[in-house]
Nanobody
Framework: QVQVVESGGGLVQAGGSLRLSCAAS????????MGWSRQAHTTQRELVAR???????DYMDSVKGRFTISRDNTNNTVYLQMNSLKPEDTAVYYC?????????????WGQGTQVTVSP
């Protein structure tokens, strides 16, 4: 069974930094990509950043230059370094892993971690 577990959320003042971590665990899977999405109270879930197995990355426009996604392939872990945080970054952040598992490609989600940025 595959599990995706995030950590590292919390409360920070505007201009501060947070680092989120996410690990995919289990066996007999191949990771194609991992990423972070976020959902605030009144919005749909939106993709924040994504990193492919080869290392190429994508970012949503509003976080470019402030957020950096990276991964540790040995430990099936992905990180999101968030700098210069703004109140509008407040949301629940969800990690996902795009896996080839038991013959199928699928997306597995973590439970989410709250990030709150105060003015």
């Amino acid at each position: 069974q595959v599990q995706v577990v995030e950590s590292g959320g919390g409360l920070v003042q505007a201009g501060g930094s947070l680092r989120l971590s996410c690990a995919a665990s289990g066996s007999n899977f191949v990771i194609n990509a991992m990423g972070w999405s976020r959902q605030a109270h009144t919005t749909q879930r939106e993709l924040v950043a994504r990193i492919r197995s080869g290392g190429s990355t994508d970012y949503m426009d509003s976080v470019k230059g402030r957020f950096t996604i990276s991964r540790d392939n040995t430990n099936n872990t992905v990180y999101l370094q968030m700098n210069s945080l703004k109140p509008e970054d407040t949301a629940v952040y969800y990690c996902h892993a795009e896996l080839f598992y038991r013959g199928y490609n699928g997306r597995y989600w973590g439970q989410g971690t709250q990030v709150t940025v105060s003015p």
